[in-house]
């Protein structure tokens, strides 16, 4: 689908990254003009924020009916949260890619993902809807991202990797290859503390940190 108007969901310091990404993402023959951002909460009526009109999402919706949303907001679980809303409320979704990416032709990117400057995506990749990989990540042969997933800047994945939906790595982590007959599995929900260092699989709703990475301890155990 063709950009032409897009609404950024959320209003703080990442959706005006992501401004930003869509003003550099803007052609003449592909104009796209960011209309407002969304922020049901924490501002007043008139608000702007560098310029740009925030806005709740019922009237974003009566402003825009046309218009694309990307949610820019980097917790997975929140991202989920308010794509549901806007999803009830009839919105369709932008995928952005900065031109400052360097990606072959056998990558797969769903609905709604953000893919900032810098990266390095390579080969037989697979990345779900509403992904957002921050700036200067590698993402090495036959990944895949699941939905909402976030990877913050400077993260590192190897090839033969899978990781789950809403899942959350840290910035400047790095996930060590798997194989492709046993490939490195990060499950659902997971999170990957900033600077960790991945060599094994990770299990669901399961925080890692250190180097290597090793599971936090549950409260009580």
């Known amino acids: 689908m063709r950009l032409s108007e897009i609404l950024i969901y959320g209003a703080g310091g990442f959706a005006r990254e992501v401004a930003w990404l869509a003003q550099r993402c803007s052609s003449e023959t592909k104009p796209i003009t960011v209309s407002c951002f969304i922020d049901d909460f924490d501002f007043p009526p008139g608000k702007h924020v560098n310029g740009i009109p925030v806005l709740s999402l019922a009237e974003a919706g009566l402003r825009h009916p046309r218009a694309q949303i990307v949610a820019a907001i980097g917790d997975p679980t929140g991202r989920a949260e308010v794509i549901g809303r806007a999803e009830q409320a009839g919105f369709r979704f932008a995928t952005l890619i900065h031109p400052r990416v360097e990606m072959s032709e056998w990558v797969e990117i769903g609905d709604g993902s953000i893919i900032c400057a810098g990266n390095i995506i390579t080969t037989n990749i697979r990345i779900g809807r509403h992904v957002h990989v921050n700036l200067d990540c590698t993402i090495g042969h036959d990944a895949v991202l699941g939905d909402f997933t976030t990877l913050a800047p400077g993260v590192h994945v ?15 982590a790095v996930i060590i290859n798997g194989t492709a007959q046993s490939p490195l599995r990060i499950g659902d929900g997971a999170i990957i503390g900033a600077g960790a260092c991945v060599t094994k699989s990770v299990e669901s709703s399961t925080t890692v940190v250190g180097v290597p990475a090793r599971a936090l301890a549950r409260p009580g155990s």
């Open 158 to 172: 190897s090839g033969c990797i899978h990781i789950g939906a809403r899942v959350y790595i840290g910035t400047g």
